[in-house]
T-cell receptor, first 115, second 115 residues
């Protein structure tokens, strides 16, 4: 079974530039999560999708962050414009109700550096 | 609100020895899940072990076991016969049983296994 796929693995951009991250969850997993992990910290949830619907985006900074999950499979997280404080690892995870939704499978993350 | 505290930023252990990582949490919920995740330098979060709060018996997975003290809201991880491959960041995480499947993570403990 293929795991959660994320790209790119690394991204370096200048501040005020836009950036996008892509995630392909495990096949059949209808719940998808985006987390941000700051250096030396644990991951913090940004947004959770159930199929195409964003059911929890309370921690997403909506002035500059946006996300979409068209067709309920792949997802894209965008930052526009990026700020220095956005430097972090962005993790995507997925889970399936068939497993009681109690295990989230994580991708390798995208490390973003904003200069 | 749920909070997870890991008070040991770094720990080290000799290969083949046993080490215990500490975690405490705070919640008003009576039913929930607790997890330990491992994050090696590759950044991929890997589930090590999980515990359902309604189960009295401590979970075990091969060399990994937990000491779950519900009244004290404590959830420590014991790694026996430590191996070099156990070197990683370890995160304690919490999730309620109802509603969202959102994970709340601690700040992590960096474990180094010394040859």
């Amino acid at each position: 079974e293929a795991g959660v796929v994320q790209s790119p693995r690394y991204k370096i951009i200048e501040k005020k530039q836009p950036v996008a991250f892509w995630c392909n969850p495990i096949s059949g997993h209808n719940t998808l999560y985006w987390y941000r992990q700051n250096l030396g910290q644990g991951p913090e949830l940004l947004i959770r999708y159930e199929n195409e619907e964003a059911v929890d985006d309370s921690q997403l900074p909506k002035d500059r962050f946006s996300a979409e999950r068209l067709k309920g499979v792949d997802s894209t997280l965008k930052i526009q414009p990026a700020e220095l404080g956005d430097s972090a690892v962005y993790l995507c995870a997925s889970s399936s109700p068939g497993r009681g939704r109690d295990e989230q499978f994580f991708g390798p993350g995208t490390r973003l550096t904003v200069l | 609100a749920q909070t997870v505290t890991q008070s040991q930023p770094e720990m080290s252990v000799q290969e083949a020895e046993t080490v215990t990582l500490s975690c405490t949490y705070d919640t008003s919920e009576s039913n929930y899940y607790l997890f330990w995740y491992k994050q090696p330098p590759s950044r991929q979060m890997i589930l090590v072990i999980r515990q359902e709060a309604y189960k009295q018996q401590n979970a075990t997975e091969n060399r990994f076991s937990v000491n779950f003290q519900k009244a004290a809201k404590s959830f420590s991880l014991k790694i026996s016969d430590s191996q070099l491959g156990d070197t990683a960041m370890y995160f304690c995480a919490f999730r309620t049983l109802t509603g969202a499947n959102n994970l709340f993570f601690g700040t992590g403990t960096r474990l180094t296994v010394i040859p």
